[in-house]
């Protein structure tokens, strides 16, 4: 999560830098939309990625890889099979805000329903999607993105001025 607010604060710098050279020149809205675009849908696939899980029952099976030789990014396979037994899931939590708990014992009983960020362990509710930081990503890229696009074309009307009067001979 801190290397999160890290990237972001560093390209949130490197994009005032961008913008103050191309200012004068009406090249930043590029840089609004180059920059924008990227960062809503970074928080609209956050987001989509948790809501879009769907897993209930009770965990049967439980294996754990984890990439070699740091032993990091674990991956958790669950085998969950419905309280009916009529249906079986495999659902695979890595180390994302997206995926659900890593370490759920043999026994537990998930319940995670469609298009909720919230899920539930053994009856209690487990709130734990970081939900805020990806709604302040979605806004500062839809207003980078609005901004740009707002401003293209009086700034396409001005390059395209600029050209024509560089590209004119002479006479």
Known sequence: MYLLAILIVLSFGV??????????????????????????????FGI?????????????ESRTACVQPQNNR?????????ESKASETIYKAGPTDQSLQRRLPVGTRIHKAPWSLDYSVDGLPVRDFPWAPYAVIIILGSLMTVSGAIRAPSAYRAWHAEYSNHAAPNS
């Open 48 to 60: 989509l990625g948790r809501a879009s899980i769907v897993v209930s029952g009770t965990v049967v």
């Open 15 to 44: 994009m005032l830098l961008l913008v103050r050279r191309f200012a004068s020149t009406g090249q930043f809205v590029g840089v609004l939309l180059i920059w924008g675009v990227p960062m809503m849908l970074f928080g609209v």
């Open 74 to 82: 674990c991956v958790t396979t669950y085998r969950v099979v419905s």
